[in-house]
């Protein structure tokens, strides 16, 4: 089988490689040039598509003996994932762009044109086990990756490959070291891989501007502050808020909502938090069929926890969303912007059913 490496740079993706050409496969490596500041170098665990990066994916293809080859895909990255992140907090929403990254770069753009060039599959080395194209959590729960895969459809499954799901993260680091490969010790990624600093809020203000806007207490509606933008938060925030006063039972504030038309920010304790219906728009089934009647699944609605077991109502095209979740145990933080992901309920709970973007709670 002829199969597209996708090399970041990392040890997940350098492993994932080594075992797709272990097993006896066509491997061709490529790094994906997905940042338009590629000049700039990694800082620690901090940035991606960096110099740093694309040479050691050329050493690891070196040490591998496969071809290696850099495509350039910084203005779909830009378009796709990075425009649509900020549109998406100027919006008011919680966006994950790991998520729109594999739906719209890693598994649509690359994926396409592996296909076109020959290719049977694209490997990477996320973090999930794909059996007979069925989708599911990884072997280590710490690094599981499956949430952010969930946007995938059957037929972009078929044509997955994730070598890495069935080992926990130290095992890989051990078997990058035996096979020679720099990538061993790198420290993993963290944050936004396309603001290498950390620092969102200003790397949406330099987009956006500023837009004030009032922070008001939930329920009475009285004016506690004012804030340069409604991007700067999201719910289920404490910390950031720039209030100078506190709350009159003294306990923490959190941020309850945000109204992006008024600029307005609602602030409040955080057992308003807690939700207990969930309503998203645009699914996406992993299986390749839209479910036609109400099941029992878990959902996920972070890339790490935030897990319970509900209830999907699929919804018909006049209600304004796709689909209902109704939650057996109330979830906190939720926000509009993010994905709920479905899992199948049994006792593995590790087959991935779906997703969606979450419109609104209650």
Sequence with gaps: MRVLAALSGGVDSSVAAARAVAAGHEVVGVHLALSRTRDALRSGSRGCCSREDAADAARVADVLGIPYYVWDLSAEFAEDVVEDFVASYAAGETPNPCLRCNEKIKFAAVLDRALALGFDAVCTGHYARLTDGVLRRAADPAKDQSYVLAVLRADQL?????????????????????????????????????????????????????????????????????????????????????????????????????????????????????????????????????????????????AHGGTAPAEAVPLDADHGADVRVELAEPLRGVAPGQAVAFYRADPAGDVVLGSATITATA
């Design 158 to 302: 078929a044509h997955a490959m994730f070598p890495v799901g069935d080992t926990e993260k130290p095992l890989i680091r051990e078997e990058a070291a035996r096979l020679g490969l720099r990538t061993a010790a790198k420290p993993d990624s963290h944050d936004i891989c396309f603001i290498p600093d950390g620092d969102t809020r200003g790397f949406l203000r330099e987009r956006l501007g500023e837009r004030p806007g009032e922070i008001v207490e939930a329920g009475t509606g009285e004016v506690l502050g004012a804030h340069a933008g409604v991007h700067g938060f999201t719910v289920g925030q404490r910390k950031g808020l720039g209030l100078d006063r506190p709350a009159a039972d003294g306990r923490p504030r959190y941020v309850l909502g945000i109204e992006p038309v008024t600029g307005t920010v609602t602030v409040g304790p955080g057992s308003a938090l807690s939700v207990r219906t969930v309503e998203a728009r645009h699914p996406v089934w992993c299986s390749g069929t839209a479910p036609r009647a109400p099941f029992a699944c878990t959902v996920q609605v972070r």
